[in-house]
């Protein structure tokens, strides 16, 4: 298994235009995490779905923020309009049976 | 979830034993103890978890106290590939979420 693929890798984009960041999950996992990694707030849980339903986006910052999934193996992460603060690393993990496995992330500056 | 409380840094030389503890003084009955690692520009990595029971697989060992307000992480003869931030977490049983904290950066030298 190729294990959590993540595009772009990297990212970089003025601000104020819309961002997507890709997750495909492992195969067979049924939830599927969002986080954001920075050096001043560490790691972050935005949003986790299960069985492709969002169970808990407590941790999605404000409205500018939203992530979809529309079948088992496709989930998207977009920032509308997207904002310097918003620069950060963006992990996608899935799960099965309680362990989590998480991709290479992505690398997302906004100028 | 339980608060964990974990030691800023730690050194470790190459081919001894790293010992990493973890406090989790109040974990619950229904928390699990999960250790996951992140090395340097890459994703957090899972290690190992348990309940009550000492575990091992073949990344390491974990040890629980009895009274499972703490446990060690231990990684029998580190590398210099073992040098990364070890997450220390309590998790509940009936959830998915993870809750990382700042976890410990062990450096592992020559």
């Known amino acids: 298994d190729a294990g959590v693929i993540q595009s772009p890798r990297h990212e970089v984009t003025e601000m104020g235009q819309e961002v997507t960041l890709r997750c495909k999950p492992i195969?067979?996992?049924?939830?599927l995490f969002w986080y954001r990694q920075t050096m001043m707030r560490g790691l972050e849980l935005l949003i986790y779905f299960n069985n492709n339903v969002p169970i808990d986006d407590s941790g999605m910052p404000e409205d500018r923020f939203s992530a979809k999934m529309p079948n088992a193996s496709f989930s998207t992460l977009k920032i509308q309009p997207s904002e310097p603060r918003d620069s950060a690393v963006y992990f996608c993990?899935?799960?099965?049976?309680?362990?989590?496995?998480f991709g290479p992330g992505t690398r997302l500056l906004v100028l | 979830d339980a608060k964990t409380t974990q030691p800023p840094s730690m050194d470790c030389a190459e081919g001894r034993a790293a010992n990493l503890p973890c406090n989790h003084s109040t974990i619950s009955g229904n928390e699990y103890v999960y250790w996951y690692r992140q090395i340097h520009s890459q994703g957090p990595q899972y290690i190992i978890h348990g309940l009550k029971n000492n575990e091992t697989n073949e990344m390491a060992s974990l040890i629980i106290t009895e009274d499972r307000k703490s446990s060690t992480l231990i990684l029998p003869h580190a590398t210099l590939r073992d040098t990364a931030v070890y997450y220390c977490?309590?998790?509940?049983?009936?959830?998915?979420?993870?809750?990382f904290g700042t976890g410990t950066r062990l450096q592992v030298f020559p």
């Open positions: 993990a899935s799960s099965s049976r309680e362990t989590q496995y």
């Open positions: 195969s067979g996992h049924n939830s």
């Open positions: 977490i309590a998790k509940q049983r009936n959830t998915d979420k993870l809750i």
